[in-house]
């Protein structure tokens, strides 16, 4: 199924019928929600504690009371707006009270195993390009819906989504070898990923549409004037403030 709203093409790719919101409608729904502030962070690179004003962080922590949790794409540290560049692994698991998880941006390379686990009211959920989800990172995550994906259909079919295992069973040595027999060969389905196969999953998702009006625009905006540049000033906030309202 694929709908064209008045800008671009978004895809859609379900194995049940479309029940949920679409993405624009989404967008409209949850664009100026405030981010989450009871959140907290650690460094995103350990060795780098001199220089820790500057460096990017990761989220570690989700105060067990939000159902809607939308991460920031900056964080301010010593007076500095700095990237997010993630989260932990153990930040959302067992936060069985989240409904919508809504993160703009990441450079994990992958969602590790269990990120989500035991997300039971997890219904819908923003995921920008990775290149692998790990073995049980949607455990028990029945309720999920939606999927907001930031990349193409072709992007996704990509995606490694670990869902089955290689088990076998070995014997005796072969005599004069070091080597086992193999006794036994099998493929196992692991079912902490079915999520992802029963909800419905929109392609070409633009994550910055999400960004709410105000500062973190502006932020993101600096940061994209300079590449690999890790952190905004306040005081660059605000002269970039003056200059809109001039």
């Not at 479309?18 to 650690?42: I, W």
């Not at 998880?101 to 590790?112: L, M, P, Q, T």
């Not at 419905?200 to 625009?217: A, R, S």
């Amino acid at each position: 199924m694929c709908v064209f709203p008045k800008n671009r093409k978004i895809d859609v790719f379900c194995r049940k019928q479309v029940t949920g919101l679409n993405y624009n409608e989404y967008v409209q729904k949850m664009k100026d929600v405030p981010y989450a502030e009871s959140l907290s962070y650690r460094l995103a690179y350990g060795g780098m504690i001199s220089r820790g004003r500057e460096w990017p962080q990761l989220v570690e922590g989700v105060d067990d009371s939000l159902s809607v949790v939308k991460v920031p794409m900056y964080h301010i540290n010593n007076n500095r707006y700095v990237r997010v560049l993630g989260f932990t692994k153990e930040a959302f698991r067992e936060k069985a009270r989240i409904t919508d998880i809504i993160i703009s941006k990441v450079n994990n390379a992958c969602i590790a195993s269990g990120s989500f686990a035991g997300c039971k009211n997890l219904k819908r959920i923003t995921i920008p390009r990775v290149v692998r989800i790990e073995e049980n990172a949607f455990k028990d995550c029945d309720n999920l819906e939606d999927v907001f994906f930031e990349g193409s259909m072709e992007e996704w079919r990509e995606i490694h989504i670990v869902s089955e295992k290689h088990e076998m069973d070995f014997g005796d040595y072969i005599p004069g070898t070091p080597v086992q027999k193999l006794e036994s060969d099998r493929l196992i389905h692991l079912t902490g990923n079915d999520a992802l196969l029963t909800s419905t999953v929109h392609f070409n998702c633009n994550l910055d549409d999400l960004i709410p009006e105000g500062d973190h625009i502006i932020i993101h905006n600096l940061m994209k004037e300079t590449l690999g540049r890790m952190s905004v000033t306040m005081e660059e906030l605000e002269d970039a403030k003056q200059h809109e309202i001039l």
